[in-house]
């Protein structure tokens, strides 16, 4: 997902599944990204698997790319 912060950059978020079981949430901020390791029912059901959780990645900020002419 992106956010724009100006004209010149925005910041991004991602989400990854993961097969197996979280035995705790946890969040850590590594240099500038926030990476949070978070238990499924925050989303959704992901095609009947039951054994799965969520790593969000979030704070990418990167610079948009310049229009091609």
């Not at 926030?34 to 095609?47: Q, T």
Request: hydrophobic share 35%; glycine share 2%.
């Amino acid at each position: 997902m992106e956010y724009p912060l100006n004209e010149d950059k925005s910041q991004y978020e991602a989400f990854y599944a993961v097969c197996g079981n979280l035995s705790k949430e946890h969040k850590e901020k590594l240099k500038e990204l926030l990476i949070e390791f978070m238990d499924k029912e925050v989303l959704y059901k992901i095609n009947n698997i039951d054994k799965y959780f969520l790593v969000r990645v979030s704070e990418i900020k990167l610079r948009k790319p310049k229009e091609v002419k």
